[in-house]
C-alpha cells in the first residue's frame, strides 16, 4: 500500500486552509476581542457610562461593583465605556487615566501596585520591595500626577480568595490620604456570592453602586451571533439553523456568550479542516461534543488524587458491565492506593467524595435499598470514559497505575 509522504500530507492541509472560503476574519471569534457593538446590554452601558461619566467634569465618580456569571458580557461592556470616556477625557482636557487590571493574571497586591504604578509611568522591580512600600510609592506617585484615576479590577474574586480584602480596603480608603488625586474603583466578578468575602466595610464602600449582569436569552445569543457572524465569516457560508443552535446550547448552558462563540468558532474551524464549502448543524453539534469533552477533561484534572483514585477504579469496574456499587469501588480503590503506597480513605469519606463526582455529573450514584444488608449505591459513568481517563492520565501518579 502506498503511504502519502510528510510533503503530500501537508501541502493538501495547507491548501485547505488556505483555499478555504469559510473565515473573512477568524479573529473577531476570539475572547479577547472587543466588539464596537454589544445588543443586548444597552442599559448596562448606560448604567456604567452614567456613573463613571461624573469623571468628565473632574468628578470621582462613585465606587462601581459589578457582578453576573461568566459571559454575561461584564468585560467588554467595561472595557468599551472606559476607552469611550478616556477619548472624551482627553478631547476635553481632563486628567483621566483609567488602569485595567485582571486579578485572574495579576493575583497578588505586590502585581497589582506594580500595574497601577506602571499606568502611571513608573517602573516598579518585580520582586524585592515590601509590598506595603510599593502601596506608599503608589500613593505617593499618583499624588504627585494630580489625575483622576479610575482602577478597574476585574475578576477580583481571585486576588481577594487568594489572599484577602486588605488592599481592597486601603484602596477604598485612599482617598482620604490623597490631596492632589483621586481614585474611583470598578470591582467585577463571575462569582455572585463573592461579597460574603468582603469585610462590611470594603463591601459597602465598594457597591457605593451595583450593576448586575443577567444570563442571556437563547435569541439575544442569537443576535450577538449573528452580529458577529457578518464581520467573522463569508456570506453564505453558514447553513440555515447554525446560528440558532449555537444560541440555542450557549443558552441552556447558563446563557454564556463566550460560549456561543466558542461554539460557532469551532464550527467553522471543523468545517475549514473537513475543506467542507459550508458551515452545518452537524458541524455545531461535533464542536459541542468536543467542547464537552474538553470540559470533562479539565474537571477531571483539577480533582485531588483519591477521587482520581475513585474514578479510576469506576473506570476499571465498569468496562465490562453498565453498572458497579460503593463496595466493589471501595476495594478496588483501595488496592490501588496499596499500589502507590499511599494512605487508605475511609469508606465514609469515599462515599462523600462519590458524592462529590456525581454533583461533578462524572457519574451517577443513586442510592439503592439491598434490604437488611442496607443501602449501597449504584454507580454508572456519565461523562465520555475517553475524556475521563485523559483528565486522569495527565496525573503522572495516575498514569503509573495505568500503564
Ligand atoms: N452583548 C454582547 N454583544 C456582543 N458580544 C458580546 C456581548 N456580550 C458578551 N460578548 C462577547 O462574549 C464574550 C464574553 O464576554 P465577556 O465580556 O468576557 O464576559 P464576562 O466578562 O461577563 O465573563 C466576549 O468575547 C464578548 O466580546
Ligand atoms: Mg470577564
Known amino acids: 500500500m502506498l503511504t502519502a509522504s510528510p510533503d503530500d500530507i501537508l501541502e493538501d492541509v495547507f491548501e485547505r486552509v488556505t483555499k478555504s472560503r469559510i473565515f473573512k476574519n477568524r479573529d473577531v471569534l476570539l475572547p479577547d476581542y472587543i ?46 465605556v472606559t476607552s469611550k470616556l478616556q477619548q472624551k477625557a482627553r478631547q476635553l482636557g481632563v486628567r483621566l487615566r483609567i488602569s485595567f487590571i485582571n486579578t ?43 489625575l483622576l484615576m479610575i482602577i478597574v479590577l476585574d475578576e477580583i474574586d481571585y486576588h481577594v480568595k487568594k489572599h484577602s480584602d486588605d488592599l481592597l480596603y486601603k484602596l477604598t480608603r485612599i482617598n482620604e490620604e490623597l490631596s492632589r488625586s483621586k481614585v474611583s474603583l470598578v470591582g467585577i466578578t463571575n ?48 447553513e440555515d439553523g ?11 448552558e447558563k446563557g454564556d456568550a463566550r460560549k456561543a462563540l466558542d461554539l460557532l468558532r469551532i464550527s467553522g474551524e471543523l468545517a475549514e479542516r473537513e475543506g467542507s464549502p459550508k458551515v452545518t448543524v452537524d458541524h455545531v453539534k461535533m464542536a459541542w461534543e468536543q467542547i464537552e469533552k474538553d470540559k470533562v477533561v479539565e474537571v477531571v484534572k483539577s480533582l485531588p488524587l483519591h477521587s482520581k483514585l475513585i474514578l479510576l ?21 483501595k488496592e ?8 487508605t480513605l475511609t469508606l465514609r469519606r469515599i462515599g462523600d467524595l462519590i458524592s462529590e463526582l456525581d454533583m461533578l455529573g462524572l457519574i451517577s450514584a443513586e442510592v439503592e435499598s439491598r434490604g437488611r444488608r442496607g443501602l449501597t449505591r449504584i454507580i454508572t459513568v456519565e461523562s465520555d470514559p475517553k475524556a475521563i481517563m485523559k483528565g486522569l492520565i495527565a496525573d503522572p501518579r495516575v498514569g503509573e497505575l495505568v500503564r
Open 35 to 80: 466588539p464596537e457593538r454589544l445588543p443586548h446590554r444597552e442599559q448596562q452601558i448606560k448604567k456604567v457610562a452614567s456613573v463613571l461619566a461624573q469623571a468628565l467634569k473632574g468628578y470621582k465618580p462613585n465606587n462601581l461593583f459589578i457582578y453576573g456569571i461568566t459571559g454575561t458580557g461584564k468585560t467588554a461592556v467595561v472595557k468599551l
Open 242 to 252: 447554525v446560528i440558532e443552535l449555537c444560541a440555542a446550547l450557549a443558552a441552556r
Open 313 to 333: 477504579a469506576i473506570l476499571k469496574l465498569t468496562k465490562n458491565k453498565d453498572s458497579t456499587y460503593t463496595g466493589e469501588v471501595y476495594r478496588t480503590y
Open 336 to 343: 490501588l492506593t496499596k499500589e502507590l503506597g499511599i494512605e
Open 104 to 146: 485572574k493574571r495579576d493575583d497578588t497586591a505586590y502585581r497589582i501596585l506594580a500595574k497601577l504604578i506602571e499606568s502611571l509611568g513608573f517602573k516598579v522591580p518585580p520582586t524585592g520591595i515590601p509590598t506595603s512600600e510599593v502601596y506608599s510609592r503608589f500613593k505617593r506617585l499618583l499624588d504627585k500626577r494630580e
Open 191 to 238: 462569582d455572585v456570592n463573592f461579597t460574603s468575602w468582603l469585610d462590611p466595610r470594603v463591601k459597602s464602600s465598594l457597591g457605593e453602586e451595583e450593576l448586575v449582569f443577567p444570563p442571556y436569552t437563547a435569541p439575544q445569543l442569537r443576535d450577538i451571533l449573528a452580529e458577529r457572524a457578518k464581520l467573522a465569516f463569508y456570506e453564505g457560508v453558514l
